[in-house]
């Protein structure tokens, strides 16, 4: 099998129900067809990461050896792993890009969206001695933690900042409402 996240939903799902799910009910969970889960099983059962038991074909029931909660635990972790480098690189470049801000004497800004990466911008503006205006999100009141920014949706925009820094896509019926100078600190495809 050469798909990690694939055979780490399987192992996960049987994990998660030690012997209370037939393969139907795996692939309902899974969202993949009843034939991939049957050929994975069998897979990951010759490769001894899942011991399966039963007489009856219909109700066979699946469990996770030792050697199948080891892989289950090395694929996690090289995930993990991968997406820790992503989300470094990203943030390398969303600093770059705000470095550039600073570097063109920007004194206030305003952020917009919510993102894994939208803290360490705003930790880095601050840093830099940039006001934050607002961070304007979808739902302000789950943003409790950021007390010292006001939280605004995107409706009560002020064109009250130098520049919008969008940590994502700013909806298209926001783009005239909002003439500030916009400044995409999202990666784009």
Known sequence: MDDPVFEYRILEAVHANE???????????????????????????????????????????YYLTPRGILEKSVLAYNFLKRQISLYE?????????LDGLC?????????????????????????????????????????????????RTIDEFRNDCDVLVLMEPLPETYQEKVTTRKVACFPVA
């Not at 305003?110 to 939208?118: C, E, H, K, R």
């Not at 009141?141 to 006001?150: A, F």
């Open 103 to 151: 570097a063109e004497g920007i004194r206030k800004a305003a952020v917009y969206g919510w993102t894994p990466l939208t803290e360490a911008g705003l930790l880095y503006l601050l840093s830099q001695r940039i006001k934050i205006s607002a961070l304007y999100v979808e739902k302000p009141n789950d943003m409790t933690h950021c007390n010292r920014i006001p939280c």
């Open 89 to 97: 690189e990203a943030r390398k470049s969303l600093l770059e890009q």
């Open 19 to 61: 012997g209370h799910l037939t393969q139907r009910d795996i692939s309902q969970e899974i969202g993949c067809s009843v034939s991939s889960v049957n050929f994975a099983l069998r897979l990951l059962a010759v490769k001894g990461f899942i011991k399966i038991s039963g007489a009856n074909t219909r109700r066979l029931r």
